[in-house]
Structures are given as structure tokens and as C-alpha cells.
């Protein structure tokens, strides 16, 4: 019996991140929930850690003109209809990769502000969040910071609820179009807020209990699943919406793969 090739449904999502050795988080978590939304997967390794569970032993940044020739390739060939952006690592990535952006024009760009890993490693350099700022957030459809991503970028502290809703004038100043601003790093029992907000109209809350877990690769897994969900035609507000569900569906069904005692998500 031969298979017949589903090519018209196929639409293509890229990311463009940092790879995790450890299967959690970056390049592989993106990937494992673009499959899991039928989308599918296109990657370009900014940046190749070596890490496991329980943290991250070494870094190494390929040449910016090989990163530009994985881009390239992909534009070439597949209908990508969104990108996903996480650890760029260096100044240099992300102008090279604001460049290959500018020329492209993908539809839709998600940017994950990836910059310091709960570990404690630094995945971004420090020099580099001026790029970050400056070429990066006005390109973008889409940016979600956590907490302390939010405060590097506009310079203030966020310590609670009133705070994070002038965050997003903050990042709304530096030229977002559009912020999904994360609140699990607000303490408290309660519910895990974040704000989706575009200027001009009132944020949106989208709320979850919170889950007592030690978790990995939540943030890529919540960036790439916008990128997936505005592949499959939802608004950024929907897609945002529905990508805070799918990783607090991921986290409930985490699993421990090694030593260390965090969870990685479970990609259904
Ligand atoms: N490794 C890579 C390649 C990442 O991109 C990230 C986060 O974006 C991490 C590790 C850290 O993930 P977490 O902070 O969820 O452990």
C-alpha cells in the first residue's frame, strides 16, 4: 500500500534557538511541540549547549554565516509561516539574525528573550541586550519575557501585580507590538498570571493554579507553541491563550528523565 502525501495541510514553523543536549528545553522542546500542535518543525541552531537536568556545562556559538545559511535554506523551500526566536547568545547572532529577518519577513515572529537559564546559567550575554532591545523587539509580532527578562529590558523592578501592568508601557516605550509577559516568577500560592496586551487596549489575563513543580524548557515550550498556534490560523491574543494551556497541560504531565530534580514537559 502506498502512503499519500498530506503536502497541502503542511505548514512550516521555524526556530531559531539554542540547542539542549539534554532534550528539554531550546531547540529540542520546540521542536517536540511544533510536532505536537501537526506542524512542522524547522531549526536553525543559533547557539549548542551541553547540559542535562541538572544544569549546563558548555556553550558554543557556530559561525554567524553558517546560522545565516541554515535560515537561508529553510526560506528557500518551506512555507514558513512563523519563527520561533530563543538563546541567541551573542550580540553578533542577533544582528545576523535581525538582518536574515529583515530580508525574509516572516509572517509572524515570536521572540522568547532568553537570557539567563533557572539553572543559573547565562545564555545571553551580557553586551548583547542592547541588540536584543533595540533590533529585536520592534521586529518581533510577539515578545515573552518572564519576570526578570522584562526587568533587564526596561531597567525597573516587577514586584507585583500593578508593576507588571506598567511593565508592559515599559516594553510597549522600547517598541513591542504585542507582550506575553509571564507572572510565574511573582511569589505567592495563587494563581500564575500572565498579561497578553498590544497597546492602546487593556491586558488580558490568563490565569492558571499555580503547580508546585521545578520545571525546564516552560518557556520555550510556551513560545514555540504561540509560534505553532498562529501557523494553524489563531489571532496572537488565541494563540497566546492557547499556548499558556498546552504548558500548563505539559507541566502537569511532566516527567523526571534524569538525575537532577527538575521536570521536563510532556509533549502530548
Ligand atoms: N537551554 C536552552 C538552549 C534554552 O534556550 C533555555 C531557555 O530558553 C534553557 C536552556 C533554559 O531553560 P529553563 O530556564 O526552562 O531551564
Same mark, same amino acid.
Given at each position: ?14 526556530? =531559531?534557538?539554542?540547542? /539542549? ?15 505536537? *500542535?501537526?506542524? *512542522? &518543525? ?20 557556530? $559561525? ?5 545559511? #541554515? ?22 547572532? =542577533? ?7 529583515? #530580508? ?29 532591545? %533595540? ?33 508592559? /508601557? ?13 507572572? &510565574? ?5 495563587? $494563581? ?19 503547580? #508546585?513543580? /521545578? ?5 520555550? %515550550? ?18 497566546? =491563550? ?10 502537569? #504531565? ?12 510532556? *509533549?502530548?
Amino acid at each position: 500500500m502506498s502512503a499519500t502525501p498530506r503536502t497541502a495541510a503542511i505548514v512550516s514553523a521555524l526556530t =531559531i534557538a539554542g540547542s /539542549d543536549s539534554g532534550g528539554g528545553a531550546g531547540i529540542q522542546a520546540d521542536l517536540k511541540t511544533f510536532a505536537a *500542535h501537526r506542524v *512542522h &518543525g524547522l531549526s536553525a541552531l543559533a547557539a549548542l549547549t551541553a547540559q542535562h537536568t541538572r544544569g549546563v556545562t558548555a556553550v558554543h556559538v557556530p $559561525d554567524v554565516g553558517f546560522l545565516r545559511a #541554515q535560515i537561508d535554506a529553510c526560506f528557500d523551500d518551506f512555507e514558513v509561516r512563523a519563527v520561533k526566536l530563543g538563546m541567541l547568545a551573542t550580540a553578533d547572532v =542577533i544582528h545576523a539574525v535581525a538582518d536574515t529577518l529583515e #530580508q525574509h519577513k516572516p509572517r509572524w515572529l515570536v521572540l522568547d528573550p532568553v537570557m539567563v537559564a533557572t539553572s543559573g546559567a547565562r545564555l545571553l550575554e551580557p553586551s548583547a541586550l542592547d541588540a536584543l532591545r %533595540t533590533r529585536l523587539l520592534p521586529l518581533a509580532s510577539v515578545v515573552t519575557p518572564n519576570l526578570p527578562e522584562a526587568e533587564l529590558l526596561i531597567g525597573a523592578p516587577i514586584a507585583d501585580r500593578d508593576a507588571m501592568r506598567a511593565a508592559l /508601557d515599559g516594553l510597549f516605550a522600547l517598541g513591542a507590538r504585542a507582550v506575553l509577559l509571564k507572572g &510565574g516568577h511573582l511569589p505567592g500560592d495563587g $494563581d500564575v498570571v500572565d498579561l497578553f496586551a498590544v497597546p492602546g487596549a487593556p491586558p488580558r489575563e490568563i490565569a492558571h493554579p499555580r503547580l #508546585q513543580v /521545578d520545571a525546564h524548557g516552560t518557556g520555550c %515550550t510556551l513560545a514555540s507553541a504561540v509560534a505553532a498556534n498562529l501557523c494553524l490560523g489563531r489571532s496572537l491574543e488565541d494563540a497566546s =491563550i492557547a499556548a499558556a494551556d498546552y504548558v500548563h497541560l505539559a507541566l502537569r #504531565q511532566g516527567y523526571k528523565p534524569g538525575r537532577g530534580e527538575v521536570l521536563v514537559l510532556d *509533549h502530548f
